[in-house]
């Protein structure tokens, strides 16, 4: 009971600060699910968590959502999430351990690098941004450290990037989600729990909303690197001991 309270107030802290930064939900609380039910179980209840945590940012910031960005990201991303999830689920546990823990760490210098390039990208190119993150995101789960400049290099700030990279995560989780159902890794019980999960990461995200316009993008970056790390080297230590 006390590790399900634990996931819970986890979950709500997630919710919380991927309200405001506009990612961090799967990176803070992947680790806490790995360890409480294992990572072939984690995966399909946090998928199923950000369903829920992506509408109610959807839910929150409905009015500035960019439909053409929207669009020519989730389209080519739910085809891509799909191949993602199936290749995930043949992949050995100790694999996706150690993959998700490398993914984690690596993205603290990319996304540096990506920052400090002050990449502008068009339609067509977010389109494949789309296709790209949107496979990787089958495979890693949490790819907002890779979707965050993706969508800020196509000109989208705060309340429009929030709703628009939620909006069309939506779509890839749930693709994902069916994915899983389709494969027999998704039973009720699982679908169960991250309802639960989810919940919480839906509560969080309202509370977060009054903190989006006072956030200074230096707290954004270091909140971000933090998560990241510790993310990381959390999966890394469950995947060799």
């Known amino acids: 009971m006390g590790e399900y309270v634990f996931v819970l107030f986890v979950g709500l802290a997630a919710g919380a600060i991927s309200g405001v930064i506009g990612t961090g939900s799967s990176i803070m609380l992947l680790p806490v699910l790995v360890f409480t039910f294992g990572p072939k179980q984690a995966i399909p209840i946090m998928a199923v968590a950000a369903v829920m945590a992506n509408i109610s940012r959807v839910m929150a910031w409905w009015r500035e959502i960019d439909w053409k960005a929207f669009a020519a990201y989730s389209i080519t ?16 546990v100790h694999v996706v351990d150690i ?24 339609l067509w190119q977010l389109s494949i941004a789309g ?7 089958g495979i890693v789960l949490s790819t907002g450290p890779l979707s965050v400049p993706a969508f800020t290099s196509y000109g989208l700030m705060k309340g429009a990037f929030l709703s628009t990279e939620a909006a069309s995560s939506f779509v890839l ?3 994902k989600v069916v994915t899983f159902r389709e ?3 998704l039973p009720a019980e699982l679908f169960l729990q991250g309802v639960i999960v989810g919940s919480t990461l839906m509560a969080g995200t309202f509370i977060a909303k009054r903190v989006v316009q006072r956030m200074s993008i230096v707290s954004f970056r270091y909140v971000l690197d933090i998560l990241l790390l510790c993310s990381g080297v959390s999966m890394l230590w469950t995947a060799f001991n």
């Open 131 to 137: 296709g790209i993150i949107g496979f990787l995101t």
């Open 77 to 92: 991303g739910a085809a891509a999430a799909a191949m993602g999830a199936r290749t995930l689920w043949v992949l050995p």
């Open 99 to 122: 993959g998700l823990g490398i993914f984690f760490v690596a993205m603290i210098p990319v996304r540096h690098w990506l920052d400090a390039k002050k990449l502008r990208i068009r």
């Open 173 to 175: 989780y749930v693709t």
């Open 183 to 185: 494969l027999g890794a």
